[in-house]
């Protein structure tokens, strides 16, 4: 019982983790980036890296976010910038780069699966059980994260200029803002977020140039489903990551991994614009 | 302007064969395709012939995602999923029951009766009145996903991730696959084209170009698209059958995610929409990447990636649509390539004016978004061989108003009825079925159709379009006839609406509505944009429609010196109440209608917010 | 003297269809311009054609005699020009202060502006930290002008600013725009419907007719009768 709860909790925590960068370039730039789950890929080759460099494993996240930064920023630049008034082709051409980004990866570091130590093993007693100490550490690891988002987003005047971009973008260009450059910065965070969740879940799970994919559609499904909010992402995350904790160890592990996307679609059905404003 | 109660019938001969030309060309081209194919095996060695006969089933899917994603505009990743239920349809029963025609017979039903029924609740999912593209491409997503986990888990019944093998299968030479293969691309090609250039086929087109002005054609697009989405998954489906019987094997990947994502990459590569594109490209793709990745594996695939990007960023008319650019830069722009049309105008009886019905009738209706109030108990009638015009200052509710009326789902209160038939809860184009026709302010065409295509459109509704021919006659009632040819327009019907100026696409779009021979007019400010010689026009033609046509027609416009002109009667608006009604002579000098406009005086001390 | 704004045949539209033909017009520095006209003319066109919403298919928009015709949006501002649109003019999730700042190109200067903000309209400075869409109507035009004025623009074009406003608060706008101008030189592009409240506080006039400007001249005696002429329903 307790230690499906924690398998709950840290599993909506470690979608958390993998959504929020997505979450944060369809909020600003309404645009889904299908490139996303490459950019975990690179995340997780960069800790990689990191660690063949003999990095101490803290530093892994910090390093994957640069390079999944300057990366996505470049894309951005390159080639995101045309799309923004087709949205429909935007998911092709960032699904192709996806391709693209994975295809680099393979042929520099090969198709082989590599596995990376985890930084901190063993495990904690809590609440009774032995639980996964990694795991565990996810949770305030999304916690961080998301604090630090909110920070940026209500803090700073950056966070406020996204914020008018969001909300308004013609407005906000006739008050200065530059919403290019919005954009851009904003493409280059989501990206290398989603290089810090790849980073953080290579001890979970092995590393391979298309690792990204499985977390592609879930992450997709339950950005549409929190329609733009971070607070409701991680109240998405909490519950469809439940149902899916639930269906895998109840009905088929199998079946378990449809949830997220079949629930969501039924809820989009429901409400097409989400459910940030419920 | 031509005195619409003497128009006549034909004036431009017909051309010997003029629709059946392309018919002919494609023919030919089909034809010279078959010899190919027959002589085929002859020239090529056994390994390439294998490969184009696995290349030419995944050709049929790929022709399938063009005519959802290039000619409809639904993007779709879901199309695997369908090859893969008729593939695994086969496998399936073949390893259950064993190989016989009978049980071949029991295949093929179950292909497509499991096909239909897939289809037709994905389509139900994805297709409803207020869908968004991007929900139904989310949905195509889903599907594939979905139906590969289920194969994953269905034990040896499924054959889980390593697929169904070893069963028996039809026992066809390869030289006799690669014939029957290529002839079925090639019979899919010809019946594809020859449906979409029929007059049928245009509504895909429209629905692609302008969704919106389809519905307010009277177009339920929501069923169109299910039942397109329908015969592509079957055909699909058929092909994935041929595709597993041949190689005697079915696995999961010829029905996920990453299948569906290709067969979008080969249309986009070779140019969506052009049909002929999709085959070409899933042709290139398939052969290339048998040779190449074995001898290139990673580059290949990073080859076709930077291709895909760079044709969706620069090119997203893929190949072909970048060869007809070129080809079009070289002819002269908007030339008519197409057959030459005869207009004919459609018999009605008269219309009498002492029979002027009531065919508005607006009783208490209100709109409100949360507690903001857009429109507040407003009530009129208003009848046939009435020019209603609607007046009032920004934010009155006006557009509001007209969008009431036009769709039943609207309004927050309050009742409609149109020709005396409420409009309940009707979605617009069922109102459209009760003579209603709604002209939008910005002008709201088909783009990348003819002229001509567009009429044919608008008058879908009232003639069942063929699904083979293209018809060479056009026939519209006098009054669409009437704007046609005295816009200009009767000397552009084989150019595309987009390279229309700005004046002829508001006429374009009037005649698409008169087409439907509506009873009731609503125009959204028609006139914005035209010279000063289109809206003399245009009020001529207002005129007309109302004297000797006897509509109702309800116009908001800011205009005042055209509506002075043109109107019977106004209605003045302000912040959602009606604050007049009544002849032009009553309204015009009123003052409250002067205050409503010019602001208040100081002395005034009628605030309106605190 | 070089024309604080200055406007060269300028057309321009939407779509394939003009709104504004062949404009030209001039406003020296610290002058008020009132463009008048009914609904639907082209008024509000031709403030976001200045503004580069709308592309310029013919002309030059000049501002202190710089051609900023191609220039996007966002670098208007810097040029010192501020604008208060019609509609959709306030964030109305983010609070009055918030709004207030956006006014600003960064937070240095902010809290000294305030004070001038509480000279104008103290209403505002006691809702800081309200969500900007709880404000009644007409403190949210006093919002969006303050939003305007708090950066001392060198011109500032308004868009039907006294829509939906109580007479008193057209009064106090027009106090503040007038003591602005004097004070510091702002040049003023004002679209109004409200007569009264915009010959009171403009030099000069310029009615608007269909995309174009078919009547202009001083404001004095005969204006309102000359205006009215013109606006006749």
Redesign the interface.
Same mark, same amino acid.
């Given at each position: 019982m307790i230690t499906l709860a924690l398998d709950i909790i840290t599993t909506a925590a470690i979608l958390f983790i993998v959504a929020a960068g997505l979450l944060i370039v369809f909020g600003v730039m309404k645009i889904v980036n299908f490139a996303h789950a490459s950019f975990i890929t690179v995340g997780a080759y960069a800790a990689l890296m990191a660690s063949r460099f003999g990095l101490p494993p803290v530093l892994a996240p910090f390093v994957a976010f640069l390079a999944g930064g300057l990366i996505g920023a470049a894309t951005e630049r390159v &080639?995101v910038r *045309? @799309?923004y008034r *087709?949205? /429909?082709?935007a998911? @092709?051409?960032t699904? =192709? #780069?996806g391709? &693209?980004i994975g295809? #680099?990866v393979? #042929?520099v570091f090969g198709?082989e699966v590599q596995f990376v130590p985890a930084p901190i093993s063993g495990t904690l007693e809590a609440f009774g059980v032995d639980y996964s100490l990694y795991r565990l550490l996810l949770v305030p690891a999304a916690l961080v994260i998301a604090g630090l988002f909110a920070g940026l987003l209500n803090g700073t005047?950056l966070g /406020?200029?996204t914020?008018?971009v969001i !909300?308004?973008e013609?407005?906000?260009?006739? /008050? =200065?803002?530059?919403?290019t450059r919005v954009r851009l910065i904003t493409f280059g965070i989501g990206c290398g977020l989603a290089a810090v969740a790849g980073a953080l879940i290579t001890p979970l799970a092995s590393v391979d140039p298309n690792m990204g994919l499985a977390w592609l559609?879930g992450a997709? !499904?339950l950005v !549409?489903v929190s329609g733009g909010s971070l607070l409701t992402l991680g109240l998405s995350c909490f519950v469809l990551g439940g149902l899916q904790v639930l269906a895998s160890t109840f009905i088929?592990p199998? @079946?378990g991994? /449809?949830t997220i996307? &079949?629930l969501a679609?039924v809820a @989009?059905?429901l409400r097409?614009q989400g459910f940030a404003r419920a | 302007m031509p005195d619409l109660a003497t128009v006549h019938d034909v004036t431009a001969p017909t051309p010997l064969s003029s629709s059946s030309r392309p018919l002919l060309r494609v023919a030919i081209a089909a034809l010279v395709a078959a010899a190919a194919i027959v002589a085929g095996p002859f020239v090529l060695d056994t390994y390439t012939v294998n490969i184009l006969v696995r290349a030419f089933f995944v050709a049929i899917a790929a022709l399938t995602v063009d005519v959802l994603w290039g000619v409809s505009g639904t993007l779709t990743f879901g199309q695997s999923a369908f090859f893969g239920i008729g593939g695994y349809a086969l496998a399936i029963v073949f390893t259950q029951f064993g190989f016989g025609p009978g049980e071949a017979m029991l295949a093929i039903g179950a292909a497509v009766g499991a096909t239909v029924v897939v289809a037709g609740l994905v389509g139900w999912l994805s297709f409803y009145p207020g869908s968004t593209p991007l929900y139904a491409s989310v949905i195509s997503l889903v599907l594939p996903i979905v139906l590969v986990q289920i194969l994953y888990s269905g034990g040896t019944f499924t054959g889980s991730s390593s697929g169904l093998v070893g069963f028996e299968s039809f026992d066809l030479t390869l030289e006799a696959w690669f014939r029957l293969s290529g002839l079925a691309v090639i019979a899919t090609l010809v019946a594809t084209t020859i449906a979409l250039r029929s007059d049928a086929g245009r509504v895909l087109g429209a629905m692609r170009d302008n969704d919106e002005r389809c519905s307010y054609l009277g177009i339920d697009t929501a069923r169109v698209r299910i039942g397109l989405l329908v015969v592509a998954a079957v055909i699909a489906a058929l092909a994935g059958f041929g595709y597993v019987g041949f190689g005697a094997v079915a696995a999961p990947e010829n029905a996920g995610f990453v299948f569906g994502t290709q067969l979008v990459v080969m249309v986009a590569l070779g140019g969506r929409g052009s049909l002929i594109g999709a085959v070409i490209g899933a042709v290139v793709i398939e052969v290339a990447s048998a040779y190449l990745s074995s001898s290139l594996p990673f580059v290949w695939e990073l080859i076709v990636g930077v291709a895909f990007v760079a044709v969706i960023v620069v090119l997203p008319g893929g190949l072909l649509g970048g060869l007809r650019d070129i080809g079009r830069a070289v002819r002269r722009r908007g030339a008519a390539a197409s057959a030459p049309v005869m207009l004919r105008t459609l018999e009605q009886p008269d219309a009498a004016p002492e029979r002027d019905a009531i065919v508005v009738e607006v009783s208490g209706l209100s709109k409100h978004f949360g507690s903001l109030s857009v429109l507040s108990k407003i009530s009129f009638t208003a009848r046939q061989g009435e020019l209603v015009s609607l007046v009032g200052p920004n934010g009155a509710g006006k557009t509001t108003l007209i969008r009431c009326l036009a769709d039943g789902r609207e309004r927050s209160e309050g009742s409609v009825r149109i020709a005396g038939h409420s409009i309940e809860r009707l979605p617009a184009d069922r109102i459209v079925g009760l003579g209603l026709g709604r002209k939008f302010q910005a002008a709201s065409v088909f783009e990348t159709l003819s002229v001509a295509d567009c009429l044919r459109v608008a008058r879908v509704r009232r003639e069942r379009p063929s699904f083979l021919k293209t018809s060479p006659v056009l026939t519209l009632p006098a009054a669409a006839r009437a704007v046609v040819e005295s816009s200009g327009l009767v000397e552009r019907l084989g150019d595309e609406a987009q390279f229309l100026s700005h004046g002829l696409k508001q006429a374009l779009e009037l005649a698409m509505v008169l087409a439907l021979e509506p009873k009731v007019l609503l125009l959204d400010e028609p006139t914005a944009g035209l010279t000063r010689a289109e809206r003399q026009g245009f009020a001529e033609i207002l005129t007309g429609l109302v004297a000797r046509e006897r509509l109702c027609v309800l116009i908001i416009e800011h205009d005042l010196d055209f509506v002075r002109l043109i109107s019977s009667r106004i209605i003045v608006l302000h912040q959602g109440r009606i604050a007049l009604d009544g002849s032009v002579a009553d309204v015009v000098d009123a003052p409250l209608v002067r205050e409503i406009y010019t602001g208040r005086s100081a002395s005034d001390g009628c605030g309106v917010t605190p | 003297m070089t024309a604080a704004l200055e406007l060269i045949g300028v057309t321009s539209g939407y779509g394939s269809s003009p709104v504004v033909h062949g404009v030209s017009l001039q406003i020296a520095p610290g002058e008020i311009l009132a463009l008048v006209g009914k609904n639907g003319m082209g008024k509000s066109s031709l403030l976001k054609t200045i503004l580069a919403f709308l592309p310029v298919w013919d002309g030059a928009v000049r501002i202190d005699g710089r051609d900023v015709t191609r220039f996007p949006p966002h670098r208007k501002r810097a040029l010192g020009l501020a604008y208060a649109p019609q509609e959709q003019a306030l964030f109305q999730d983010l609070s009055v202060r918030d709004n207030l700042r956006l006014g600003l190109a960064d937070d240095r200067s902010f809290e000294a502006r305030l004070a001038d903000v509480s000279g104008w309209f103290p209403v505002l400075t006691a809702r800081l930290s309200q969500r900007a869409g709880t404000l009644s109507g007409g403190e949210q035009k006093m919002l969006i002008v303050a939003r305007g004025l708090i950066a001392e623009p060198r011109l500032f074009l308004m868009d039907e600013v006294t829509e939906g406003l109580q007479p008193s608060v057209v009064d106090r706008l027009a106090d503040v725009l007038a003591t602005t101008r004097r004070e510091r030189g702002t040049a003023m592009l004002v679209v109004e419907q409200h007569l009264p409240f915009v010959l009171g506080l403009a030099d000069r006039f310029a009615v608007f007719k269909r995309g174009e400007v078919v009547d202009a001249g001083p404001v004095d005696a005969g204006s309102a009768a000359r205006i009215d002429e013109h606006m006749r329903l």
């Open positions: &080639v *045309r @799309l *087709r949205p /429909l082709d998911i @092709l051409a699904w =192709g #780069l391709i &693209v295809q #680099l393979t #042929l198709r005047r /406020l200029s914020r008018a !909300m308004n013609n407005l906000a260009q006739g /008050l =200065g803002i530059d919403s559609i997709f !499904m !549409m088929s199998i @079946l991994g /449809l996307a &079949v679609a @989009l059905r097409p | - | -």
